[in-house]
């Protein structure tokens, strides 16, 4: 199994920046891709930003230029810098890490960071 321990959200007004952190633990040998999804009320949950092990990153589209994902591979622990931050980008934001298994991926959450950008 792998926990995932965020931290970093809160109330910021728009325009401000948040550093969130995701310290993974348990059996994290061989964890792929690591990244941050979010989800706002009454909506489905996306991703923001993913980066592989070897430092590929991926970003959705409303977060390029704003946002920046990095990765510490000898601590275990994903970080997602955000700047100028907007209301629209008010949602809980969950740490994800992924792991290949014999026929397939192993998924693994965090518990959820809400981050609440308003004046």
């Known amino acids: 199994q792998v926990q995932l321990d965020e931290s970093g959200g809160g109330l910021v007004q728009p325009g401000g920046s948040l550093r969130l952190s995701c310290a993974a633990s348990g059996t994290i040998f061989s964890i792929s891709t690591m990244g941050w999804y979010r989800q706002a009320p009454g909506k489905e949950r996306e991703l923001v930003a993913d980066?592989?092990?070897?430092?590929?990153?991926k970003y959705r589209d409303s977060v390029k230029g704003r946002f920046t994902i990095s990765r510490d591979n000898t601590k275990n622990v994903v970080y997602l810098q955000m700047n100028s931050l907007r209301p629209e980008d008010t949602a809980v934001y969950y740490c994800n890490a992924r792991k290949p298994g014999p026929f397939s991926w192993y998924t693994y959450w965090g518990q959820g960071t809400q981050v609440t950008v308003s004046s």
């Open positions: 980066i592989t092990f070897t430092g590929y990153k």
